[in-house]
């Protein structure tokens, strides 16, 4: 049993391994931002036995205090590729400059570090900024074991989703040219194996290494490999006019993802991503899985409802504030209400599980055209859209992205939900739902709270009251109907 760092706990890898490391019994000390955003609920009362859960920003050093804590392992998986793509170079060297000192005081025995591969020459910003921690990383004291990493394909995986997005929805694709560049695919499944695998394991100190699934595969294999596992004919064009900053829009109103993270995505993409050949198949002997393998136990553990974590609930964009949880306590002050109050006869259980299936493939239960067209709007000037979804179609917890809202509360067992839009406003909005049980009488409240910033945000809740005067009222009473 070590005693392990992890930053990134709350996020897409790092949720996933911290699993993983509690079922071994290891004490995992979790570097998170705001407490409030730990999984504290999926975790027994031995496994948060074995957890320490401390907040500190890796940007601002004096917000780091682990120096008391042994300890052996530390894992580094974070990053910033989804911030505007001015500002995410200098935030990631930032943080990675203060988890060496971080790791330097704590006398670190080992650290591991999932990078993506840097092969090619003329790297993208993204890929340049990752090997660049790679070598910030390599000054601390302590050994550095780094994994590089191409695509990751998983439940809940940006790289997944955006190639799910694309083959569900058009039929016919005119793409740019850069489907025809290199990569090969991963499991998630298969980089947990590895983190854990090179862990305590002195032949991989000091030593860099390649992981990959077996195929090497083009973008536009990727997607059809994905369209023959749903039985879907696809027909994808490429054309070599699409330039970097048309190709970005293309995906970012085809799928859930940001502008930012679009434009990332799309300048790394022009860079084939290949495995060199490395000593760790032997290190770590395990079974790679085939991309077919990948889309198939991706498809099932969706279809399961097993999707411990996404991307999509990542903060790092520049639509919310990483303080977001702060907006819990909705403002009365100078602000703009809509209320609306339903009395039912169900149990109140009945009502709440309805509520938490709101949103994504289930839509809004009354006017999901309206929303449709709002997340249009939102796309068109730069906002999230609808696209995103949410995690899992019957659980719900704060910090879930659910369409272009965030969730800030979930507490099922008071059948209370509130949320916090990240959708382009000239204010802030809030939406929420009580229920509410008193002798006699069971009510679903409903409120719609906007603050408005200046004039603009004044006509804007005006200029939208005909719609919400036609979408709330129906919206609270359709979450008692599909409680039945």
């Not at 027909?235 to 995906?251: A, D, M, Q």
């Not at 910090?399 to 800030?408: E, I, N």
Request: glycine share 6%.
């Amino acid at each position: 049993m070590a005693n392990i760092l992890l930053t990134g706990s709350t996020g897409y890898i790092g949720r996933r391994l911290l699993t993983v490391l509690l079922e071994e019994k290891h004490k995992v000390i979790c570097l998170v931002r705001d407490k409030r955003r730990f999984d504290w609920e999926d975790f027994t009362k031995e496994e948060l036995n074995l957890i320490e859960v401390v907040e500190g920003d890796l940007t601002q050093l004096e917000t780091l205090q682990v120096s008391s804590f042994q300890v052996d392992i530390a894992y580094y998986l974070v990053h910033s590729m989804s911030y505007a793509a001015k500002s995410f170079e200098e935030l990631e060297q930032v943080s990675a400059y203060n988890f060496v000192t971080l790791c330097n005081k704590t006398h670190v025995k080992q650290i591991i570090y999932l990078g993506g591969i840097a092969n090619d020459v003329a790297l993208s910003k993204h890929l340049s900024s990752r090997k660049k921690v790679e070598s910030i990383l390599q000054t601390a004291q302590a050994p550095v074991t780094v994994l590089r990493a191409a695509i990751i394909i998983g439940s809940g995986s940006a790289s997944y989703e955006i190639i799910r997005d694309l083959v569900e929805k058009l039929p016919v694709m005119i793409a740019p040219k850069w489907l025809n560049s290199k990569c090969q695919p991963i499991s998630i499944r298969n980089v947990i194996e590895y983190l854990r695998g090179v862990a305590n394991r002195p032949e991989t100190f000091n030593q860099t290494y390649d992981i990959g699934g077996p195929d090497v595969l083009t973008y536009k294999q990727m997607l059809l490999g994905y369209a023959k596992e749903r039985n879907l004919k696809r027909w994808i064009i490429t054309v070599p006019v699409l330039s970097p900053g048309l190709s970005s829009k293309w995906l970012y109103f085809v799928t859930s993802t940001s502008m930012s993270l679009a434009k990332t995505l799309v300048n790394s993409m022009k860079n084939e991503v290949i495995c060199r050949p490395s000593a760790i198949k032997e290190i770590v002997p395990i079974r790679l899985l085939n991309y077919p393998e990948m889309i198939a136990l991706t498809l099932e553990r969706i279809q399961q409802k097993l999707v411990i974590s996404s991307w999509k609930d990542a903060l790092n964009n520049e639509t919310i504030d990483n303080h977001f949880l702060n907006n819990i306590e909705v403002p009365t002050h100078g602000c703009f209400k809509d209320k609306r109050l339903i009395e039912f006869n169900l149990a109140p259980h009945q009502v709440i599980e309805s509520l938490w299936r709101i949103g994504g493939s289930n839509g809004w239960y009354y006017g999901n055209f309206l929303w449709r067209i709002r997340g249009v709007l939102d796309k068109l000037v730069g906002g999230v859209g609808l696209r995103r979804g949410r995690r899992s179609e019957v659980d719900l917890k704060a910090g879930d992205a659910l369409d272009f809202w965030r969730v800030l509360l979930a507490d099922k067992e008071n059948g209370r939900l509130l949320l916090f839009a990240e959708m382009k406003l000239p204010g802030e909005a809030w939406l929420e739902w009580k229920v509410k049980v008193s002798p006699g009488k069971k009510v679903l409240l409903q409120t719609a709270t906007f603050r408005p910033k200046g004039i603009w945000g004044r006509l804007y809740w005006y200029s939208v009251l005909p719609f919400h005067g036609l979408i709330f009222p129906m919206m609270a009473k359709r979450i008692i109907e599909k409680s039945v």
